[in-house]
């Protein structure tokens, strides 16, 4: 019997001299580009496998790629040199794989580049290692989904490879018919994309979209009117020409179009080395039953992929598919190259995605659920690469966190629908910069919140009062727009403040205009006209409006809060009337508005400030005043 030797977080078969195989979970650092040089592997590598210890320091060892399905074929006996360097870490023995030349070890080159795996689709999968002799070896990817399987291939008594040559005869498939369901935003269309996105530069990837108008024929195909040139004749049928030249017509002729399912079905038959991918995007928006009809029947696949039962071709798709496969080789499949019949081959793998609280579906029955895997994509803070992503909503130049709003918002749509169908996914929206306005929240979340979600369950909830409007204290969804159609910023303000979710104090200590704030990062200071004052983002925007307000003392309130909101492009950078937070938890939030005074007027102005914003501030002062902020530090 084969020895196995499993790590990090597997059973661990022990006493046993000789082991085999060696199969190890992806850590995060093993799929980044840049999170480090090395490929680290531990103790039990070292000692127990690779045989290195305190006589052995260093070794070379040859791997030999073989995979388990094919959409990685091509790359099927791909060699590795890997040079293994031993070190004391702490006191545990750890094996570094690094390239000769010195670079980015090789095996992981291979991961990251050539089978294009991430920290956010495959740290939950396993690479193996099956020892030929000391210095040889079977490398294997082996995701999740086919783990059991893999591991029982070592546990019988049959060896799975020859002996005589030393090549894997394991036989996995991805999963042929998968549709990736979950909340909106939860990153289903990326999954799909991050998994088909090396074979879409090949051209091996068809997409369609359901919706409700899909049919059988916006599917598979249909004769459609196309116009021809033809060579006019005469009345005695004779080809007419005009000074030697023959003269043409226009007329309306009717060929058969293949859409996204034939173009997919062709081009997989055509080559059938490499996997082709046809992608259905939101597959419950349109009638299945209509849109596929009777290739329903091919959803049936064997161990092989293949369609276990053909359907009969009509003379229109017949005709289209003999003339596609003219020039094919597909003599285990005469029916299929004559286009009689219909079959699926083996590399035609089929992903769908489907929100499952979209509000027009068509059902989808028992008996076309079973022929997929389905694949749930659950709620989480989003990440690009292994990098967790930042992402802020900007409301009156505060930044609250995205990710705490996803959090809290989810849990009151949860306990008000009892259900998850409803719930924000982290990508509901996308953030520019990694902020998210305030109007594409409103346009995007509110909307979603106000029309799809609540809306069946009332408004009764602490959430949605409107502290301000004693004659309608709800917090509809119009009072999110003024009436010149912007976007009412201390609405969503208020609505967060309901929520409990309280700005990020990134910007807190910029106020107090000191030179380095709590996370290390220096404020940036800035000279007005060459002066040599050093002042902060907001102090020097509020010395700015100060010395204007000095020199315009007869402007109006109105006047001066139109004048600034335009130059800053913001709604609310002043005020006419500001009123502290009696919120204890919120004390910086107090230090977020400052009294501008001139002759007998009075404003309010708003002390936080993103990068974007400051800079449009800055080219906008300068234009219209002639007036430079430049930066010092």
């Known amino acids: 019997m084969h020895r196995l030797l499993l790590t990090n977080g597997a059973n661990c078969y022990k006493n046993m001299a000789d082991y085999k195989l060696k199969i190890q979970r992806f850590r995060t650092n093993d799929l980044i580009d840049n999170g480090g040089k090395q490929f680290e592997m531990g103790k039990s590598w070292c000692e127990d496998f690779f045989g290195i210890n305190t006589d052995v320091k260093e070794r070379t060892l040859f791997l030999t790629f073989r995979p388990l399905n094919k959409s990685h074929k091509s790359l099927d006996g791909t060699k590795i040199e890997l040079w293994l360097s031993e070190v004391n870490v702490r006191g545990d023995r750890k094996a570094y794989a690094n390239a000769e030349t010195g670079g980015n070890s090789q095996i992981k080159d291979f991961f990251i580049n050539k089978l294009h795996l991430t920290v956010e689709n495959n740290l939950s999968d396993y690479f193996a290692f099956y020892k030929l002799d000391t210095n040889n070896y079977l490398l294997f990817y082996v995701p999740k989904l086919l783990y059991d399987n893999f591991i029982q291939l070592f546990k019988s008594e049959i060896p799975p490879f020859s002996v005589e040559n030393k090549v894997a005869k394991i036989d996995i498939e991805y999963s042929i018919q998968q549709i990736f369901y979950g909340a909106p935003g939860t990153g289903k269309s990326h999954a799909v994309k991050t998994e088909t996105e090396a074979w879409e530069k090949r051209g091996r990837v068809v997409r369609t979209t359901f919706h409700p108008d899909s049919d059988y024929s916006t599917f598979v195909g249909a004769y459609k009117p196309t116009t021809e040139s033809v060579q006019r004749y005469d009345i005695y049928n004779k080809p007419m020409t005009r000074d030697g030249v023959p003269v043409m017509e226009q007329i309306i002729t009717y060929e058969f179009v293949g859409q996204a399912f034939l173009q997919a079905y062709i081009d997989a038959w055509k080559n059938r080395d ?70 699926l081959p083996g590399n035609l793998y089929i992903r769908a995605t489907m929100n499952t609280s979209d509000q027009s579906l068509f059902p989808i029955d028992s008996a076309f659920k079973r022929r997929w895997d389905w694949k749930y994509v659950p709620i989480a803070k989003g990440n690009d690469n292994g990098t967790e992503l930042k992402w802020m909503i900007e409301v009156d130049g505060d930044l609250y966190d995205w990710w705490t709003f996803v959090r809290t918002i989810n849990k009151h749509v949860f306990d008000t629908t009892n259900s998850e169908d409803k719930q924000l996914g982290f990508f509901f929206c996308k953030a520019m910069d990694n902020i998210i306005s305030a109007e594409t929240f409103v346009c995007k979340v509110s909307f979603y919140l106000w029309n799809d979600v609540f809306k069946d369950f009332g408004f009764d909830d602490k959430i949605f009062e409107d502290k301000e409007d004693n004659e309608n204290p709800k917090l509809s969804f119009d009072k999110f727009y003024m009436v010149n159609g912007k976007v009412h910023e201390g609405k969503v303000r208020m609505f967060l403040d309901n929520l409990g979710i309280m700005p990020i104090e990134e910007f807190a200590e910029e106020v107090d205009d000191e030179s380095v704030n709590s996370n290390g990062r220096t404020i940036p200071k800035y000279s007005i006209n060459g002066s040599s004052e050093q002042l902060s983002t907001p102090n020097a925007v509020r010395y700015i409006i100060e010395n204007y307000a000095k020199q315009n003392e007869n402007i109006s309130v109105d006047e001066m809060i139109q004048f600034w909101n335009d130059i800053s492009e913001r709604n609310n950078l002043l005020v006419p009337t500001w009123q502290p937070s009696p919120n204890d938890n919120q004390p910086f939030a107090n230090k977020r508005r400052v009294k501008i005074e001139w002759g007998n007027c009075t404003a309010w102005l708003i002390m936080g400030w993103t990068e974007n914003l400051f800079k449009k501030f800055k080219q906008n002062v300068k234009q219209k005043l002639d007036i430079s902020i430049e930066r010092v530090n």
Request: negative net charge; proline residues 3%.
């Open 274 to 343: 490499e996997p082709e991918f046809l992608i259905i995007e939101e597959i419950n928006r349109g009638n299945c039953a209509q849109i596929f009809g009777d290739l329903f029947q091919l959803l049936d696949r064997g161990n092989d992929g293949y369609s276990e039962y053909a359907i009969k071709a009509d003379k229109d798709l017949q005709k289209h598919l003999c003339k596609a496969f003219e020039d094919v080789e597909i003599a285990d499949y005469p029916n299929v190259k004559t286009g009689k019949e219909l079959l």
